[in-house]
């Protein structure tokens, strides 16, 4: 039926009951609003409601038809304060009076829609997704207030876990941390279920560390990964790093199942831990101060939304230039760098709440480990308004780019948009923090792969420490080494650690000169063959230092046949028998110096492993041996010196920046698969620098086949 004779036959047909005024008009109104015409039902709702058409339903009726006019936002209020005010009991009118005052997006229409909140949460606080819509408004200390005192009725009347859930963390936001703290303590002790065991441990953790109880509240919010039920019970967690990641990272957090959430961000923090073996992971406690201070200096108080000034704006137009949000809540620009950055090295202004220039200076910054960020405040529109610009506004931002000018010329100019645009994205990809160790120890590190086992690679990672960078007495240190194996994710999979008695190694020097000495230990670790993380940390127990290394470790996969060579170690000796058991291998004792700096005229040796050269029908083994020596300057005659003690000479071959040097051998098999080599140099020939040095080994029992390692070293005078 066509719509003129449907509404025809509805206005015949069904005339308006006394008990029911408007009805008629009502009806009309629905019809047209469904058909698309929004400005006839406009007129129809208005004259239902002239003739006694309940207020709250056709008020509701008139703001849909005043929405659907290009978003007549201001109308549509006024018709939704009219259906409030008949039924002040109606929470969806409440709820949908403060959608449009958050669409109305400026003006008044911040605070009104706040109080349209407290009435929905007073109403149910779970009303549809009034919570999510409330929390993208900024923290507003009356605001929190209000509504945890609407939570806290809600609690004296029936205890529901979820909404006291809510209460602690409008607590926490408000900065009542001990009001938030009782509240957790309180939940303990009326809820036994554990279904919200991984949101409570969560709280508990981000309150306690505002309380200064930071060792304690690591415990709480770690511990509470490992509660989550659902993938929903890890959100709160994920929204401590969101601000730090690309849009890309985020996106995918809603398609990750819970476990696949759990490693990532257990990933997240390991990565960041400073000091794997202290009793606290102290990034996160200084990421959960950053977040602290973000939320009350760098809140987005404008009425208008910061997204939608971004696209609107430029980054020297008094705009925001980066859409940044904490749990859900916009912040200016400043708060994007101080989460991933923390507190600036250096600034212009004293005050954390002002505008200005703010510079980073720190190791973990690529490329040339700075940043520097300008902000301005804009004068087009109220609230805080520091916005990234890239010409700097104060006196010590123009120093920091044109130093001893005083201005910027137009060249100047737009060499410093350039400079400081490149430095936002280079702000906005990465974290940093510099790590808070006060006497920090050097590391060598050198993870070396072996085989031979059926189980897995046989890894030892060796490490040194120069001397006197730990504390000695009497000849002795004292020292705790520890090392965390995870996987690419930074999940863990293992960990030890030990308490040890230094065994030190001297590099010798020429004549007259002072002698190095380093403490040298490793590792040893049997895992199957792919890429892993680790981080291996040294405690000295006599002083106050601390070294931390961290880094890739590629483990090889060894064929149980195929012939192969393990990686070469550089040495300043090679000793026969038991000396230091846990450096020994096959009877020797390799004593290596991962740095792999050597001075000039001193020994070095080389060590490693063939596996499963073939035996010939007499059991003996015949192969031959290349090694080939690369740097920027290399003397043919130095080469053969470094190698003058080796017998069996069989070929010298020089191409550019390289010579190898080939050599027979013939010896009965050992009854093993492993044949060890360890030889000892005559470096006073060669130049300082840095070398390449390859080993390969060819089997002629089997076919000549081929097996090649490489390692590197460097001489100085």
């Known amino acids: 039926m066509a719509a003129a004779a449907l509404l025809g036959a509805l206005a015949a047909t069904t005339p308006a009951r006394a008990q029911d005024p408007g009805t008629e008009w009502y009806e009309r109104g629905r019809l047209a609003l469904a058909q698309g015409e929004a400005w006839s039902a406009r007129g129809h709702f208005e004259r239902a409601l002239r003739e006694g058409y309940p207020d709250n339903p056709g008020y509701r009726a008139l703001a849909d038809a005043w929405m659907a006019l290009d978003h007549r936002l201001f109308e549509a209020r006024e018709a939704l304060e009219g259906a409030v005010r008949a039924d002040p009991e109606d929470v969806d009118s409440w709820y949908r009076l403060a959608d449009v005052n958050l669409k109305l997006d400026g003006g008044d229409a911040d605070g009104r829609s706040r109080l349209a909140f407290h009435q929905v949460f007073r109403l149910d606080p779970f009303h549809r997704d009034a919570w999510e819509r409330w929390g993208r408004l900024y923290l507003d200390p009356v605001d929190l207030t209000a509504v945890a005192e609407t939570f806290g009725r809600h609690l004296e009347t029936a205890y529901d876990p979820r909404v006291a859930l809510r209460r602690i963390e409008v607590l926490h936001d408000a900065g009542e941390h001990d009001a938030a703290w009782s509240e957790i303590e309180r939940f303990r002790r009326i809820v036994k279920d554990e279904a919200h065991l991984s949101r409570l441990s969560y709280f508990a953790g981000v309150v306690l560390a505002a309380r200064e109880q930071p060792l304690e509240g690591a415990s709480y919010y770690f511990n509470g990964l490992a509660f989550a039920r659902t993938p929903g019970d890890l959100d709160p967690y994920f929204e401590d790093v969101a601000p730090l990641l690309d849009p890309a990272a985020r996106g995918t957090w809603t398609e990750w199942d819970l476990e696949r959430r759990r490693q990532f961000l257990r990933g997240w923090w390991n990565a960041r831990d400073p000091l794997p073996f202290s009793d606290l992971n102290e990034r996160w406690a200084e990421q959960q101060r950053r977040i602290r201070v973000a939320r009350d200096a760098f809140r987005w108080k404008k009425p208008i939304t910061k997204e939608k000034l971004v696209e609107q704006g430029g980054t020297d137009a008094g705009m925001p230039a980066v859409a940044i949000r904490l749990d859900g809540r916009p912040l200016d620009d400043r708060g994007a760098f101080y989460l991933r950055h923390g507190d600036p090295d250096d600034r212009a202004d004293p005050g954390i709440d002002e505008c200005g220039f703010w510079l980073y200076d720190r190791e973990e910054i690529p490329g040339d480990r700075s940043i520097a960020m300008n902000f301005a405040r804009g004068g087009a529109f109220l609230g805080n308004d520091c916005n990234f610009v890239t010409v700097p506004s104060t006196p010590k931002g123009l120093q920091h780019f044109s130093p001893g000018v ?3 010329d137009p060249f100047q100019r737009a060499r410093v948009q350039e400079a400081t645009t490149r430095d936002l994205a280079v702000g906005l990809s990465t974290d940093s923090w510099p790590v808070p160790i006060d006497d920090p120890i050097p590391l060598d590190v050198e993870p070396s792969n072996f085989s031979y086992f059926r189980d897995g690679t046989d890894v030892v990672i060796y490490f040194a420490v120069p001397l006197p960078e730990i504390e000695i007495e009497e000849g002795h240190s004292r020292y705790r080494k520890g090392l965390v194996i995870y996987d690419t994710e930074w999940n863990e999979i293992t960990r030890s650690a030990e308490e040890m008695d230094a065994v030190l190694a001297r590099v010798p020097t020429p004549a007259g000169e002072r002698e190095e000495w380093y403490l040298v230990d490793l590792f040893r670790v049997r895992t199957a063959p792919g890429e892993y993380r680790f981080a291996l940390q040294v405690d000295d127990l006599l002083g106050d230092g601390v070294g931390v290394r ?4 590629r483990v090889r996969r060894f064929a149980p046949t195929g012939l192969d060579l393990s990686d070469p170690l550089v040495s300043t000796r090679v000793l026969e028998g038991g000396r230091a058991p846990r450096f020994e291998r096959y009877g020797r ?61 069989v070929g010298i071959r020089e191409d550019r920046g390289a010579t190898t040097l080939s050599f027979e051998r013939e010896a009965p098999h050992p009854g093993r698969g492993v044949w060890p080599e360890d030889l000892s140099f ?36």
């Open 589 to 649: 004792t390799i004593i290596p110096l991962p740095g792999k700096r050597f001075v000039r005229g001193g020994p070095l040796w080389l060590y490693y492993e063939v596996y499963n050269l073939q035996p010939d029908s007499d059991r003996r083994l015949r192969f031959r041996i290349e090694y080939t020596i690369r740097a920027d300057r290399l003397d043919r005659g130095a080469v053969e010196r470094l190698f003058g003690a080796l017998s069996g000479l």
């Open 550 to 553: 961290k880094g890739v470790l």
């Open 682 to 717: 005559d470096t006073s020939g060669l130049p300082a620098g840095e070398y390449a040095l390859d080993v390969t080994v060819i089997d002629h029992v089997f076919y000549d086949r081929r097996a090649t390692r490489s390692t590197t070293f460097t001489i100085v005078d």
């Open 406 to 408: 005083g201005g910027l």
